[in-house]
């Protein structure tokens, strides 16, 4: 864990592990060279990314004369061999234990989705940091050589805020372990420091504390996720989420079981059958200070399924492994919620959440009942184990018509056919409003939880009629699965822009790659926020 963030103007004090970004110029491979040069003989030629790697000139991004002395020996004898995402580790006695030179790849003249290949670069620099973070095991102090940050962003064209923002969150992120239960718990207790004399404005420190925060924000989420099922159920969810409330300064309003009855939440209530802790929905409210001249208003509905067994509709065991994380949803609005207010960000946002476990047991809801939804809609119950969609629509229904936002996202676990169609590396997105798909791709780009948009066609219904209700919960086919069930989504959800997230196949890892950690992700926490914060400025702007 990273206890403490540090700015400091030398390497004065000594550190047990320093980083160093340099920068390999490859030229391209000889057979490249030779085509370009038939065609345009006077054009000079760029070296090419991800070509074989011959160190040509080669660039320490450090003003200082030691760090740029000890790797100088290696480029020569080519034991370091410069190529992009190589990480080279030198050992020494003395002021530091341990040099990281970590290569970053170049950028050259990519007029045509430069944007993207930034982003790309920004995510190497977070995958190549975070590995060299997570590898130091023992407690340390560990410093990131930031002297000639500038440079660095005109290099690789962009800037030092979002360098230091990539760097910053790529730490704490890559640092995370989730080891509360270990009777000797792992984590290792570090300090940061961001080295470089007048490099470290009061904006880029500022840039590093509110990514600070985020990174927490998704490890707190990563937390909740990771928990348990026999440890964190509603009642322990409504307290942590208590918790998280008082601290950030935002209000929290708990609706019970008899409460839910009252005001007919059909949906929640049939889910929440089969399992002794009754279920919750929460509603979570963040207003700015400020009054704002153009006010907006953005809704956010989390998933909170503690564990989903399938119900009646039992899931095989290998499938049930990972449900206790199918409140990832639930966790991810909450956290962003929390980041969103500890950074005071000019947007109202409110975060309804519905809470329960899918189980079984003699009053669970079966195959063939009959639900009367929040909303007045009825809907057959055609597989117990669609349950995500019934809480969603239940909250959706609710909280559109109580705050009529002007944008509405839910983020959900929600099937198994997103995970099929898109792997662990995009989450699917749907929406109604193609400006809030294009904000919500681009906070996708930029934090690396990338979204994928896909079709919300009328013709996708069909597969979700009933006979006997308006429709029903599961369709007959699996086949678009996950297109379906947003189309159910979309019949609950009012008027308004809706984008709606499932996040099922990016919640986990199998394994660790640089500040993606084994176990739960907190994917969308950064999105969300990102996302917001653009909003937030955007209103400034007016
Ligand atoms: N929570 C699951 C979806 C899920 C699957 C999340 C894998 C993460 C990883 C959801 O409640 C579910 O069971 N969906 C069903 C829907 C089906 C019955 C129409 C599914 O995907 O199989
Ligand atoms: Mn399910
Ligand atoms: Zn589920």
């Not at 020494?92 to 290949?117: A, C, H, M, W």
């Not at 300064?249 to 009855?261: E, G, Y």
């Not at 189309?487 to 099922?504: M, N, R, S, V």
Request: aromatic fraction near 8%; glycine fraction near 6%.
């Amino acid at each position: 864990m990273i206890e403490k963030i540090f700015f400091e103007k030398n390497f004065e004090k000594g550190y047990d592990a320093v980083l160093v970004f340099t920068n390999a110029v490859t030229r391209p491979a000889s057979n490249e060279l030779q085509l370009k040069k038939k065609k345009k003989p006077k054009v000079v030629i760029r070296p090419v990314l991800g070509s074989i790697a011959m160190p040509k000139s080669f660039q320490v991004f450090s003003n200082e004369k030691f760090l740029n002395d000890q790797i100088a020996p290696h480029v020569k004898d080519q034991s370091y061999q410069a190529k992009p995402g190589e990480i080279f580790p030198i050992y020494s006695e003395g002021l530091f234990r341990q040099i990281v030179y970590i290569t970053l790849p170049t950028l050259y003249n990519k007029k045509d989705g430069e944007n993207f290949v930034v982003n790309e670069l920004l995510n190497t620099l977070r995958e190549l940091v975070a590995t060299v973070i997570s590898q130091q095991k023992r407690s340390c102090n560990i410093a990131i050589d930031c002297s000639k940050l500038a440079f660095l962003a005109g290099q690789t064209k962009t800037t030092e805020a979002s360098l230091v923002r990539c760097i910053t969150e790529a730490s704490f992120l890559g640092d995370y372990r989730f080891d509360s239960y270990l009777s000797k718990p792992l984590a290792a207790r570090h300090t940061l420091s961001l080295v470089g004399a007048i490099a470290i404005t009061p904006a880029l420190q500022k840039a590093a504390r509110e990514s600070r925060l985020i990174a927490q924000a998704t490890n707190h989420a990563r937390d909740l996720e990771n928990e348990p099922p026999n440890c964190l159920g509603v009642a322990e969810f409504v307290a942590r989420a208590t918790s998280f409330a008082k601290q950030a300064k935002f209000k929290i309003k708990t609706l019970d079981t008899k409460q839910l009855r009252k005001q007919k939440f059909g949906g929640i209530l049939a889910v929440n059958a089969g399992s002794d802790e009754g279920a919750k929905l929460l509603t979570l409210e963040y207003k700015p200070a400020k009054p704002l001249s153009h006010k907006q208003s953005v809704l956010f509905v989390g998933k909170g399924v503690l564990f989903d067994s399938g119900g009646l509709s039992i899931k095989p065991s290998k499938a049930m492994e990972e449900m206790k994380m199918d409140m990832s949803g639930a966790a991810v609005v909450l956290l962003a919620l929390w980041a969103i207010s500890l950074l005071k960000l000019e947007v109202r946002v409110i975060a309804v959440i519905p809470l329960t476990e899918n189980l079984i047991g003699p009053q669970a809801y079966r195959v063939g009942d009959l639900l009367s939804m929040y909303n007045g809609k009825t809907v057959e119950v055609t597989n117990t184990d669609a349950e995500g969609r019934l809480l969603l629509a239940d909250s959706l229904a609710y909280a559109t018509a109580a705050f009529n936002p002007d944008y509405c996202i839910d983020v959900a676990t929600l099937t198994g056919a997103c995970v099929v169609a898109l792997g662990s590396e995009y989450a699917g997105l749907w929406s109604n409003n193609d400006k809030l798909a294009g904000m919500l791709s681009k906070s996708g780009e930029r934090t690396a939880e990338a979204l994928w948009r896909m079709p919300l066609d009328a013709a996708y219904l069909e597969d979700m009629r009933s006979k006997v209700a308006d429709l029903k919960n599961a369709a007959s086919t699996p086949y678009g699965g996950a297109i379906t069930a947003a189309k159910f989504l979309q019949q609950f959800i009012g008027k308004g822009a809706w984008a709606h997230i499932d996040i099922a196949g990016v919640m986990s890892y199998a394994a660790s790659k640089g500040y993606k950690k084994a176990g739960a992700s907190g994917f969308g926490v950064r999105l969300l926020v990102d996302f917001i914060s653009c909003l937030a400025n955007k209103t400034k702007e007016k």
